[in-house]
T-cell receptor, first 112, second 116 residues
Framework: DAKTTQPPSMDCAEGRAANLPCNHS???????VYWYRQIHSQGPQYIIH???NNETNEMASLIITEDRKSSTLILPHATLRDTAVYYC?????????????FGKGTLLTVNP | DGGITQSPKYLFRKEGQNVTLSCEQN?????MYWYRQDPGQGLRLIYY???????QKGDIAEGYSVSREKKESFPLTVTSAQKNPTAFYLC???????????????FGPGTRLLVL
């Protein structure tokens, strides 16, 4: 799986949009971009994934650049409960590599 | 209420003792996984299973064993051969062979193992 680069930490005010960037310049054509988050001492929670089109669900939106070398996860109205480590993962869907490679992620702190 | 359950939440192991961590899913997923997480680190894959009665070693299988006798269950045994077992253990499952999100892994709440 391709390597990803994320900022180690970000802050966001409660009620504002949180925009979390991720670089994946070596992504290949059959690799998806996945986002998970992990609240302290809990299991990772799946947020969203996409291949090349922008995606939206009840939790977040995923914007993938046209060249697919970077993406942004958007939490439209951040709450204090969104404070967590956010992981951007590139994964080959349907390939023989079954593990998800979690890097160090971005610690998002939502402030009141 | 569908999901993945892990028990216990905390587990204490004495030196030389084997312990078994439970993982159950009612999502009808084909594949199940065990990861280990150390403080401030990412997840490392211990074992995975794509189908009942079959499993494969991950990156750090030494000192661990698993079984997959039922689709919904994938217990992990931490044996006395695992010299540094203190960690947060996470179980996950994925549909694997069906649906558009067949590779998406869903995680349980985790079990924290501590050595006395």
């Amino acid at each position: 799986d391709a390597k990803t680069t994320q900022p180690p930490s970000m802050d966001c005010a409660e009620g504002r949009a949180a925009n979390l960037p991720c670089n994946h310049s070596t992504i290949s054509g059959n690799e998806y971009v996945y986002w998970y988050r992990q609240i302290h001492s809990q299991g990772p929670q799946y947020i969203i994934h996409g291949l090349k089109n922008n995606e939206t669900n009840e939790m977040a939106s995923l914007i993938i650049t046209e060249d697919r070398k970077s993406s942004t996860l958007i939490l439209p109205h951040a709450t204090l409960r969104d404070t967590a480590v956010y992981y951007c993962i590139v994964h080959n869907s349907g390939g023989s590599n079954y593990k998800l490679t979690f890097g160090k992620g971005t610690l998002l702190t939502v402030n009141p | 209420d569908g999901g993945i359950t892990q028990s216990p939440k905390y587990l204490f192991r004495k030196e030389g003792q084997n312990v078994t961590l439970s993982c159950e899913q009612n999502l009808n997923h084909d594949a199940m996984y065990w990861y280990r997480q150390d403080p401030g680190q990412g997840l490392r894959l211990i074992y995975y299973s794509q189908i009942v009665n079959d499993f494969q070693k991950g990156d750090i299988a030494e000192g661990y064993s698993v079984s997959r006798e039922k689709k919904e269950s994938f217990p992990l045994t931490v044996t006395s051969a695992q010299k540094n077992p203190t960690a947060f253990y996470l179980c996950a499952s994925s549909p694997r062979y069906s649906g558009t999100s067949k590779e998406t892994q869903y995680f349980g709440p985790g079990t924290r193992l501590l050595v006395l």
